[in-house]
């Protein structure tokens, strides 16, 4: 928590006396190294969820909306990920993988999808994909999710991949985020302009049943912006 505590001040000191409302995140990421092992676990899967739109659209930034240019708020976030399989106690980077990831923005809404709360059809922010290289990894540059009631904050992914013999293979998921974590983001713009947020992990129902524990992010950052990995096995045969 310290760490935490840390990081927010110097947030907030970069922010100044007037108290800016908004920052220039910078994240320097380097790409996990194919010298460093990942865990050699199949990941668990989870729901899809029914949000998912096959946008199909290349690209590392997922911030902007292609419809019209706009960027939506809140505090960058670089997601890393590490696609490899496993056979037994073996681990191989998985290249040539399509990584799919979409998530709702800092106030709850996804793109795209009409809901008893919103209507966004025909917007495209927050989501996109990328392909894994020879190592397996792939990055995003995408904002700190926001939260909407019945569910924790949470990322949606989806790997597709064709196997030896040509069939069509995939792996949806859900990435977490620590809530400890999130408490100290949410005290900043613009997520701090909503109440408190509802359910917290252990009270999600996905979560709590799917294993959610082991689908927890790596969480780093500073006055920079904040990263978050993790290593993703699946079984592909």
């Not at 840390?6 to 194919?34: C, D, E, F, K, N």
């Not at 460093?36 to 899967?45: D, F, G």
């Not at 597709?160 to 999130?182: H, I, M, N, P, W």
């Not at 049943?209 to 500073?222: C, F, I, T, V």
């Amino acid at each position: 928590m310290e760490t935490i505590n840390s990081q927010r001040r110097q947030v907030l000191l970069s922010m100044g006396a007037g108290g800016v409302a908004w920052l220039a995140w910078r994240v320097t990421w380097q790409p996990a190294s194919a010298a460093t092992p990942p865990a050699c676990v199949i990941t668990p899967e989870q729901m899809e969820g029914p949000y998912f739109v096959d946008e199909m659209l290349n690209r590392t930034d997922i911030r902007t909306d292609p419809t019209d240019g706009t960027t939506v708020s809140g505090i960058p976030l670089q997601l890393q990920l590490r696609i490899h399989t496993v056979n037994g106690a073996a681990c191989s980077p998985l290249s040539k993988a399509l990584v799919d990831i979409w998530h709702c923005d800092a106030n709850g809404v996804y793109s795209d999808v009409q809901d008893s709360s919103f209507n966004t059809v025909g917007k495209k922010f927050l989501r996109g994909y990328q392909v894994t290289d020879a190592d397996g990894n792939v990055t995003f540059t995408t904002i700190y999710p926001g939260w909407y009631p019945g569910r924790t904050v949470h990322i949606h992914i989806k790997v597709r991949v064709d196997t030896a013999d040509g069939k069509a293979q995939e792996f949806t998921s859900q990435l977490y985020f620590d809530d400890a974590f999130t408490d100290e983001v949410y005290k900043l713009a613009p997520y701090n302009s909503r109440e408190a947020r509802f359910p917290r992990n252990d009270d999600d129902g996905i979560f709590r049943r799917a294993n959610g524990d082991k689908l927890l992010l790596q969480l780093a950052g500073d006055a920079s912006g904040y990263t978050a990995s993790l290593d993703i096995g699946m079984a592909v045969g």
